[in-house]
């Protein structure tokens, strides 16, 4: 590899505050933090959101319910109204 061209890669703390979640990803981020665990200091990064913490990953998305608006729509219109050009 050539020198000086490449960023610099190394261990980050990324902070997910969504879900008060720590996690250590070798990355190229820059950041001005540190934070220390177990001894050691690593770079910080904060995250808003991260697998720790999405609705899709979790298991705590939306569906549609009985409620919901497709449920509105098929109640309001019905299927048979889809139909009605045969």
Avoid: C
């Avoid at 050539?2 to 190229?28: C, E, M, Q, W």
């Avoid at 990064?45 to 939306?62: A, C, E, I, N, R």
């Amino acid at each position: 590899m050539k020198k000086n061209i490449h960023p610099n890669y190394r261990t980050v703390a990324f902070h997910d505050l969504g879900a008060d979640k720590l996690i250590l990803v070798r990355s190229t981020a820059e950041t001005d933090r540190t934070m220390e665990i177990d001894g050691t200091t690593y770079p910080y990064m904060t995250l808003d959101v991260s697998s720790y913490s999405h609705p899709f990953y979790t298991g705590k998305q939306k569906t549609s319910t009985s409620d919901g608006r497709v449920a509105q729509f098929n109640k309001r219109f019905g299927r048979s109204s889809l139909k009605r050009g045969k």
